[in-house]
């Protein structure tokens, strides 16, 4: 564990200033947090780690071990999950730590590292909700047709190729910023993890990973939900698969609204940063909204799907250890 050296001077006689790295001439300031603060702080940053974990787990472990949920939608859910697993377990922790000491003390090849793997998680996530509202799309605009069309393996190999994509695309950002691009008009003090990318760049990847993804979502869940009404109207007594399809829609849809207004709010205050009075504030506390965003998703679930609610039950209770739990039947009869 690196230690951060102290060094203290008088001003107006009161102690003012701790260093990150006081031997060096151009180390950041040190913020100094009452311990009631970095209590706080730590209780809320541990408490968001652990409850994102436990509850991505719960979803992961539900479909991967009843084979009553290995479905093509489900198995893009557990790649969300995945992601938001990623999110609990790594992201916030790092970034916690830099709220709480900040100061960034793994250097700037390990800033570089950590802001490639926080772009990859996010952008995985970005497009694993474009491909599930190409899921739901085909299911309840050519639903005859699902089947044949849309295939575990077909599904495993989208979620292969979104993952590789996205650690591919972040390794070429990283790399054609040369890692740490540096501004005239940002200057770095040593110990902060500040990644600035040009501006090509920032245009490029303002719409490769938010533009793009977005319009395709919204295109399609409004074709959705045109062709769901129309289903409505002509609904008959044979339709127990399409309401069953109907509430798989309807749920991921939330999920799909909520991460556009967290995204929409962050990217709209992101390009608006230079005219915001204590910007660097805001986007901290939008930056933290993305973050806390990945424990939303099963609390979704667990609202709409009453699968998630046996499925975690069966865990909790450790009725998965039993023999051929995982054939048990999860689904209620009128689902």
């Not at 472990?61 to 009843?66: E, G, P, V």
């Not at 000491?101 to 772009?119: A, D, K, N, Q």
């Not at 109207?233 to 556009?260: D, W």
């Not at 915001?276 to 973050?291: E, R, T």
């Amino acid at each position: 564990m690196s230690i951060c050296f102290v060094l203290l001077y008088e001003v107006d006689g009161h102690q003012a200033v701790e260093y990150c790295f006081p031997l060096h001439n151009s180390s950041c300031v040190k913020e100094v947090r009452s311990i009631a603060e970095n209590i706080l702080a730590h209780l809320f940053f541990f408490s968001a780690s652990a409850f994102t974990v436990f509850v991505n787990l719960l979803v992961i472990i539900s479909i991967s071990h009843f084979k009553q949920l290995h479905t093509p939608t489900n198995l893009l859910i557990l790649s969300l999950a995945v992601a938001d697993l990623l999110v609990g377990i790594v992201v916030i922790p790092v970034e916690a730590i830099k709220v709480i000491e900040s100061c960034w003390y793994l250097g700037e090849t390990m800033c570089s590292v950590f802001h490639g793997i926080v772009f990859s998680v996010i952008f995985a996530s970005v497009y694993n909700l474009v491909i599930i509202a190409v899921d739901r799309y085909v299911a309840v605009c050519d639903p005859l047709l699902y089947i044949s069309k849309i295939t575990i393996g077909k599904t495993l190999t989208s979620i292969f190729l979104t993952w590789i994509f996205s650690f591919i695309y972040n390794l070429v950002i990283l790399y054609c910023n040369g890692q740490w691009h540096r501004s005239q008009a940002h200057k770095n003090c040593h110990g902060e993890c500040v990644l600035i990318i040009s501006f090509t760049w920032g245009i490029i990847d303002l719409f490769v990973a938010f533009v793009a993804p977005c319009s395709v979502i919204i295109c399609l869940y409004m074709n959705i939900f045109k062709v769901a009404r129309i289903q409505v109207k002509v609904m008959n007594i044979t339709t127990r698969i399409k309401m069953s399809e109907s509430k798989a829609t309807k749920t991921l849809g939330v999920v799909l609204s909520v991460f556009l207004v967290v995204w929409i709010t962050y990217y709209v205050g992101s390009l608006t940063e230079d005219y915001l009075a204590h910007s660097n504030v805001i986007i901290a506390f939008l930056s933290w909204v993305v973050y806390i965003h990945s424990f939303l998703n099963p609390l979704i679930y667990a609202l709409f799907y009453p699968w998630f609610k046996t499925a975690a039950r069966h865990i909790l209770t450790l009725h998965i250890l039993a023999p051929s739990s995982s054939l048990i039947n999860l689904l209620p009869e009128n689902c």
